[in-house]
T-cell receptor, first 114, second 112 residues
């Protein structure tokens, strides 16, 4: 059974540019969550999607956005990149039912902003 | 103050030792508690999860939740060098169970 796939694995962007990251969840999983991981702040929740609807959003500026497609694949976009956006971006998928904690994480996309 | 506090370590133990990893949290409304293991250059892997207070055991791993003191623990028996990783505790409210709040992680090194 394939795991959560995130592409690309590594990305280098210039300040001011925008970036799109992709996440393919485990087959049958309808919930996709995104997290940002940095040495200083640890893992922080960005947003969660279920059946193409955003159900919850973390405390990040509007430059961070996401969406989910009908096949449950998800993308997140960061516009007007800042140096502080350099981080490991992790995607996690689950079945999505209440109380289901079978979150499976991908290996992440490491974004470096220069 | 962070909602979930965790000692970053590193924690270095000899092979075969019993390891105790701990977190404290501030919000008494948290109901779900999880432990994740993260190897270098990998995403977190779910090890254990518990609901409310109590103990849960799975092989060499035991998770404990004490809601009265807002304290969660993970014990690893007969630790192995392959257990060397960063261990993250996480928690969640009941009404937004799809948002996890993580501790900063404890780096564990098991020496052969």
């Amino acid at each position: 059974k394939a795991g959560v796939t995130q592409t690309p694995r590594y990305l280098i962007k210039t300040r001011g540019q925008q970036v799109t990251l992709s996440c393919s969840p485990i087959s049958g999983h309808r919930s996709v969550s995104w997290y940002q991981q940095t040495p200083g702040q640890g893992l922080q929740f960005l947003f969660e999607y279920f059946s193409e609807t955003q159900r919850n959003k973390g405390n990040f500026p509007g430059r961070f956005s996401g969406r989910q497609f009908s096949n449950s694949r998800s993308e997140m976009n960061v516009s007007t990149l800042e140096l502080g956006d350099s981080a490991l971006y992790l995607c996690a998928s689950s079945l999505g039912g209440q109380g289901n904690y079978g979150y499976t994480f991908g290996s992440g996309t490491r974004l470096t902003v220069v | 103050q962070k909602e979930v506090e965790q000692d970053p370590g590193p924690l270095s133990v000899p092979e075969g030792a019993i390891v105790s990893l701990n977190c404290t949290y501030s919000n008494s409304a948290f109901q779900y508690f999880m432990w994740y293991r993260q190897y270098s250059r990998k995403g977190p892997e779910l090890l254990m999860y518990t609901y409310s207070s109590g103990n849960k055991e799975d092989g060499r791993f035991t998770a404990q939740v004490d809601k009265s003191s807002k304290y969660i623990s993970l014990f690893i028996r007969d630790s192995q060098p392959s257990d060397s990783a960063t261990y993250l505790c996480a928690t969640s409210l009941m009404d937004s169970s799809y948002k996890l709040i993580f501790g900063s992680g404890t780096r564990l090194l098991v020496r052969p």
